[in-house]
């Protein structure tokens, strides 16, 4: 008998697709990185960091602005192109520190008397009549106790509230004043103090108001980002001003040993305080709000060692 040969049934198998490898997030991260970079790449021939600090244009009120600090951050930004409002309760320092603005070739309006009994909403009116907008306000209207050596217990109660009222609730006060008034975003800044980061003996209405402050700040913060409104501080150290030059004449063993607790070794100036509020009012500072900025030479964050130190 013969067999016939086998022959294989032809048949078709379908293959298996190609499955395409899942999306990592490694993957979807480096994706996002190489665009970012391609687009850093077209940009960079656009950055110019100086242009950043330019305020052209921008209205500014600056209250307590006489003399001081006050002054020294009306003139710095005057000098990067900014409106001022000058207010103080002396009508000669107010005139001076306006003219030394309109000589940095920007415009002046001045407002004469305590802000406290004029009110930061008519401030805040004047600036917008004035210039048509209101984009930074600066909370630097404050001060201490004329008798610095009292402790709280010795503090009577009108002493400690006249001491919020002038170094809290007048920040507040005009806090609200330039938020309802910033309608295309803005900034506001509180001149705040390095006593406020800590306990201040015989100081304590002062440092109490001043923390009190910087608490504030950060609530504003973060009530108006949405508005895109930014409010940050600024915490000085000791610094050279009329009232120092005062203190002086009066105690200069008091004066040599204020400067000695400074570990940079030297004192501020108006200048030290009005170049932050510079770059906080400026688009460099563009992400930051609720910060606080210490300017204090170093002399918040002394310490006991760094005391032993310097007297070893």
């Known amino acids: 008998m013969t067999l016939a040969p086998c022959r294989a049934k032809s048949s078709t198998v379908a293959l298996p697709k190609p499955v395409a ?111 048509g907008s209101l984009d930074i306000w600066v909370n630097n209207v404050g001060g201490t106790d004329e008798k610095r050596n009292r402790t709280l217990l010795d503090t009577p109660d009108e002493i400690f509230s006249s001491q919020l009222d002038l170094n809290l609730t007048t920040a507040f006060q005009g806090s609200k004043a330039a938020a309802n008034r910033m309608h295309e975003g803005g900034c506001i800044i509180n001149i705040s103090s390095g006593a406020g980061m800590r306990g201040s003996a015989f100081t304590g209405p002062y440092a109490a108001a001043k923390a009190g402050m910087l608490n504030m700040t950060e609530t504003f913060a973060l009530e108006l980002a949405d508005r895109n409104i930014r409010v940050n501080a600024v915490s000085p150290g000791p610094v050279i001003t009329e009232a120092y030059k005062e203190m002086v004449d009066v105690n200069e063993e008091k004066a040599r040993e204020i400067a000695a607790s400074i570990p940079l070794g030297r004192l501020g100036t108006p200048d030290d305080i009005a170049t932050a509020v510079v770059f906080l009012s400026s688009d460099a500072s563009s992400s930051i709000t609720g910060q606080n900025i210490l300017v204090s030479g170093g002399r918040t964050h002394r310490t006991v060692q760094y005391q032993d130190k310097k007297s070893s």
Request: aromatic share 4%.
């Open 21 to 131: 490898p899942p999306i990592t997030t490694l993957t979807l991260f480096s994706s996002l990185c190489f665009v970012a970079s391609m687009s850093l790449e077209r940009n960079l021939s656009s950055v110019n960091t100086l242009e950043k600090f330019r305020l052209d244009n921008k209205a500014a009120v600056v209250t307590g602005s006489g003399q001081g600090i006050g002054r020294g951050i009306a003139l710095a930004l005057a000098d990067v192109g900014a409106n001022l409002v000058i207010n103080a309760r002396r009508e000669s320092d107010v005139a001076e520190t306006a003219q030394m603005v309109r000589d940095l070739g920007s415009k002046a309006i001045e407002i004469v008397g305590d802000i406290r009994e004029i009110g930061s909403e008519a401030i805040g009116d004047a600036c917008v009549d004035a210039f």
